[in-house]
C-alpha cells in the first residue's frame, strides 16, 4: 500500500522532526488538499515540495530493481551499468534478485531522517560504505575528493548519507541499507540540490522520477563502460 501524505517540517532544519503528517486514502483527497494549500500542479511530484518555509512532502514510496531476463532480475541494490528490458512493478512481487536473493520491487512508508553532519564524519562514513560494498565504491567518488566547503547529512547509524557541494550539485549519495535511496534523494532535494552525475543504466531513471533531467552525457573514461549523465532539476 502506498503512503499518501504531507509532512510538515520546522523551516530550521531539515534533521528535527516533522511537525505533523496528514494522511490520505486516496490520491484525490491528496490533490485536493495540495490545491487547497496554494501549491500549484506543476510541483506535485514525488518527493517534497519546499513552500514558506515547511517541507510539503508526497509519497508514493516503490523501491524498484529491474528485469534483465526471464531468469534475470536485480534489486535497487545489485542493479549493475549494463542493459536491462523494465523496471520491477507490484506483478514482480515474488521474484527475488539474482545476486542476493532480496525482493526486486516493494512499497515502504517508513522516512529516512538523516542530520547535518561534518565533512570529516561524512568523508570516514563513504569511506567505510566504499569498503564494504563494491557498488557504492563504483559509484561514488573518494572520500578525499569531497569539498571541505560542502554540506553533509548522516544517517544516525552512518550507513546511508549525501552531500551537497556550493554550487548545490548532490555528490556522493550512499546506503548500505536497502530502501532508502528514494528517501535520501527526497531529502537531498530538500536540502538544495538542483543538479548531479550519475552513470548511465538505472540511475537516471531513478532520478528522473523526482525532476531530475539529462542535460549532457559524456562518454566514460574506460573503454565498454556506461556514459557519465548529466543531469539538473527542471
Not at 42 to 50: A, F
Not at 80 to 92: I, P, V
Not at 200 to 218: A, M, Q
Amino acid at each position: 500500500m502506498h503512503e499518501l501524505s504531507i509532512t510538515r517540517r520546522p523551516v530550521y532544519g531539515l534533521a528535527q522532526k516533522p511537525d505533523s503528517i496528514q494522511q490520505f486514502t486516496t490520491r484525490d483527497e491528496l490533490y485536493a488538499e495540495l490545491e487547497s494549500l496554494g501549491i500549484p500542479p506543476k510541483d506535485w511530484r514525488v518527493g517534497e515540495h519546499q513552500h514558506a518555509g515547511d517541507r510539503y512532502a508526497w509519497r508514493a514510496v516503490e523501491v524498484r530493481g529491474v528485469k534483465k531476463s526471464d531468469e534475470d532480475f536485480r534489486c535497487n541494490d545489485c542493479v549493475d551499468f549494463c542493459t536491462w528490458q523494465r523496471e520491477t512493478h507490484a506483478g514482480d512481487v515474488t521474484q527475488r534478485c539474482t545476486y542476493c536473493k532480496g525482493p526486486v520491487y516493494f512499497t515502504q512508508s517508513t522516512e529516512t531522517e538523516v542530520r547535518a553532519a561534518d565533512a570529516e564524519t561524512y568523508r570516514a562514513a563513504l569511506a567505510a560504505a566504499r569498503r564494504d560494498s563494491e557498488r557504492i565504491a563504483d559509484a561514488t567518488s573518494a572520500p578525499d575528493e569531497m569539498p571541505e566547503n560542502g554540506t553533509y547529512f548522516l544517517t544516525d547509524d552512518l550507513q546511508s548519507g549525501f552531500g551537497i557541494s556550493p554550487d548545490l550539485e548532490l555528490i556522493g549519495l550512499f546506503s548500505l541499507v536497502k530502501g532508502r535511496g528514494e528517501c535520501l534523494i527526497t531529502e537531498a532535494l530538500t536540502a538544495g540540490a538542483e543538479r548531479l552525475d550519475c552513470f548511465d543504466g538505472f540511475l537516471p531513471k531513478l532520478y528522473e522520477r523526482f525532476g531530475f533531467r539529462e542535460t549532457e552525457r559524456v562518454a566514460n573514461w574506460t573503454p565498454g563502460e556506461p556514459d557519465v549523465v548529466f543531469m539538473a532539476l527542471v
